[in-house]
């Protein structure tokens, strides 16, 4: 697989370290590429024993990192979502218009990058079964 480019290299690892964890099913940009590394796992030791990240421009810098320094994790992905859906209960969705950014496995950008109907068509009552197909890039869409 090809992973996105970053939206800003000059702003990579300039980004804070705390983030949400996941979640909001769609992504409108990456922002850098992270390497977490756990001095309990065997990486050096640069934080009083916390663990700490390094920032990468691309997927396979932090994946070559990743694979060459004890105590790393994989890569994750920062995502920038300017709007992403809520799960509040299982089934339950929310369209929620705000900007947040939080980190995601990489594995979650094969999925196409959010477009102005992407939630729409995740909403509709008409929507498939399988609500994440559409999310996945399964789905037809119900808009053009």
């Known amino acids: ?42 990486a050096p030791d640069e934080d009083d024993g916390s663990d700490y990240y390094y920032a990468f421009e691309t997927f396979e810098e932090a994946e070559e990192f990743a694979d ?15 709007e992403y859906i809520d799960e509040p209960e299982p089934g339950q969705y929310i369209h929620v218009r705000e ?13 196409p990058q959010r477009d102005e109907f992407t939630i ?10 399988n609500r994440l197909d559409i999310l996945r890039g399964r789905a037809p869409r119900s808009r053009p």
């Open 1 to 42: 697989m090809t992973y996105p480019t970053v939206l800003d290299p000059l702003k990579v690892g300039e980004y804070p370290a705390s983030a949400k964890a996941g979640g909001g099913y769609v992504w409108d940009a990456v922002l850098e590429y992270r390497v977490w590394c756990h001095p309990e796992r065997g």
């Open 68 to 82: 060459e320094n004890p105590g790393a994790e994989e890569p994750l992905a920062l995502v920038l979502q300017r």
């Open 99 to 111: 900007e947040r950014i939080t980190e995601w496995p990489v594995a979650f950008l094969s999925r």
């Open 120 to 129: 729409p068509d995740f909403l509709a009552p008409d929507a498939p079964a």
